[in-house]
Structures are given as structure tokens and as C-alpha cells.
């Protein structure tokens, strides 16, 4: 099941996509017991929503392993985690803007996970249990700044600006994320084509390790790292992040006015 968020009559509300594209009411809450009801509208003609407003936006560098091998960086021996925050969460067809500060900013495709209850101190066994489930991600990050925070050893605004953070356009329900084939493409051009499969620390293993540190909470996103092909992106451009079994996620680039 593929579940959007979008604007109806000036409220956002959850919804069921269909494969003919209509959507479904939701009636309920998607983080408790819901049904599904009639159709109501159709998911080219309303706003998508981001799929869910989180509290915590957790990413994870060098977690895949052909990526690691492409930037000449020794294999972490635990996850290497930051933070984005949530002001930098758009949606589906929301335009990522460019800082005036930016010089290099970069597109990174990712397979988010999106946590459906309170989870703390959960094994890898039972991890899943706690997701309710996926959606793509852009962990859009601007180089300059974020290099040289790194030598500090730091992270944070190379990746924080507002609207460096694109989810949607659904939360897909019953996916097994161990091996989706996920991918970039800029103008239409493929420039990311990776699967899973590749990823160093699993889902269950990110969950699990993160929720030892912290209380993750339903509507968290964890950022599960990016494939090989990071590139940069420009005024003009249309990124789009497509992972097998959710969907596309699309966003046009534009500079800060």
C-alpha cells in the first residue's frame, strides 16, 4: 500500500494512491488502525504534501559501499550518523532553493525510512516492526560548507539549509528494503543507479543502533546514505529520485531571490 499526504480545502490529509493514480480516503491514522475508503481525489490534481512533518530527520554517511569506494574513504566500523532539520523537509514538486552561500550543492538519492511507533532500544530483530515504511529522499548537501565542517568534525549546515531535505511523494507500506534498485536523474539524465543491496549497515542495524541512542518517534525519517554518482545540481534543473517499490520523487532547482 502506497500512502500520500496532500492539501485538500486547505488541510492536509492522508490518502491511499491507487495504481490508476485516484487516492483514496484514509480513514484513520496511518501511525494507528485505519481503513480505506472511497475515492476523493486524484494525485495529479492536488498539492503532495511531504508524507509526514518528523520531529527527527537522521542521516547516515558511507553506507553504501561503492560510494565509499568512490570517494577513497575507509568502511566506518558503525554508522556514521548527522542530522538534518526539520525545516529543510519539502515535498514532492517543491522547489529546492539554492543559498546564496552555495557554490557547490549536490543531489544524493536515499532510501528513507519512516518510523510508525516509539521505538527505544529495539534489536535488529525486531526493528522492522517499528517502521511503517519508505519513501525517497534527497540529502541535498552543499560541499564547501560541509567539507570543511567535517575537518571540525561536524555536520550540519552544508546539509541544513531549508529545503535541503525533499521526501515523498508516498509512504509505501510492506516493502522489504533489503535490495530496491534506486536512482538519480538530473534533467532526465540517470547520473545514480544503485540497489540496497550495496547498503554497509542494514535497515534493521540502523534502526536498531540509532534507537539504543535516542527515542525514535512515529513520522522520524532516517536518511539511509546515498549510492555512487553524487553530482551537483544548478538554477533550471529537475532532480528526480526514483526507488523501486515507492515511486518518483521530483524537484525542480532554484536560486534564493
Known amino acids: 500500500m502506497k500512502i500520500v499526504r496532500y492539501e485538500a480545502t486547505g488541510a492536509a490529509t492522508y490518502g491511499a494512491l491507487q495504481d490508476d493514480g485516484s487516492i483514496r480516503e484514509l480513514i484513520g491514522s496511518p501511525f494507528?488502525?485505519?481503513s480505506v475508503?472511497?475515492?476523493?481525489?486524484?494525485?495529479?490534481?492536488?498539492?503532495?504534501?511531504p508524507p509526514v512533518e518528523p520531529r527527527k530527520v537522521i542521516g547516515v554517511g558511507l553506507n553504501y559501499t561503492k560510494h565509499i569506494e568512490e570517494i577513497g574513504m575507509n568502511k566506518?566500523?558503525?554508522?556514521?550518523?548527522?542530522m538534518k532539520p526539520n525545516t529543510s523537509v519539502i515535498g514532492h514538486g517543491d522547489a529546492i532553493v539554492l543559498p546564496k552561500e552555495t557554490k557547490q550543492t549536490e543531489y544524493e538519492c536515499e532510501l528513507t525510512v519512516v518510523i510508525g511507533k516509539n521505538a527505544r532500544r529495539v534489536s535488529e530483530d525486531e526493528a522492522l516492526d517499528y517502521v511503517l515504511g519508505y519513501t525517497c529522499g534527497n540529502d541535498v548537501s552543499e560541499r564547501t560548507i560541509?567539507?570543511?565542517?567535517m575537518k571540525m568534525g561536524a555536520i550540519?549546515?552544508?546539509?541544513?539549509?531549508?529545503?535541503?531535505?525533499p521526501i515523498g511523494p508516498v509512504i509505501s507500506i510492506g516493502l522489504d528494503p533489503s535490495d530496491l534498485r534506486i536512482q538519480t536523474r538530473l534533467n532526465g539524465e540517470t547520473r545514480q543507479d544503485g540497489s540496497t543491496s550495496d547498503l554497509l549497515f542494514s535497515v534493521p542495524k540502523l534502526v536498531s543502533y540509532i534507537s539504543d541512542a535516542m527515542t525514535l518517534q512515529p513520522g522520524d525519517c532516517i536518511l539511509t546514505g546515498t549510492p555512487s554518482g553524487v553530482g551537483p545540481i544548478a538554477p533550471g534543473d529537475v532532480v528526480e529520485i526514483d526507488?523501486?517499490?515507492?515511486?518518483?520523487?521530483?524537484?525542480?532547482?532554484?536560486?534564493?531571490?
Open 76 to 82: 566506518p566500523e558503525f554508522p556514521m550518523l548527522f
Open 37 to 49: 475508503g472511497d475515492a476523493v481525489a486524484d494525485f495529479d490534481s492536488v498539492r503532495v504534501l
Open 146 to 149: 560541509q567539507f570543511p565542517e
Open 32 to 34: 494507528e488502525d485505519f
Open 243 to 257: 526507488i523501486e517499490g515507492v515511486g518518483v520523487l521530483s524537484n525542480p532547482v532554484v536560486a534564493e531571490e
Open 156 to 165: 550540519l549546515v552544508g546539509k541544513g539549509f531549508d529545503t535541503f531535505c
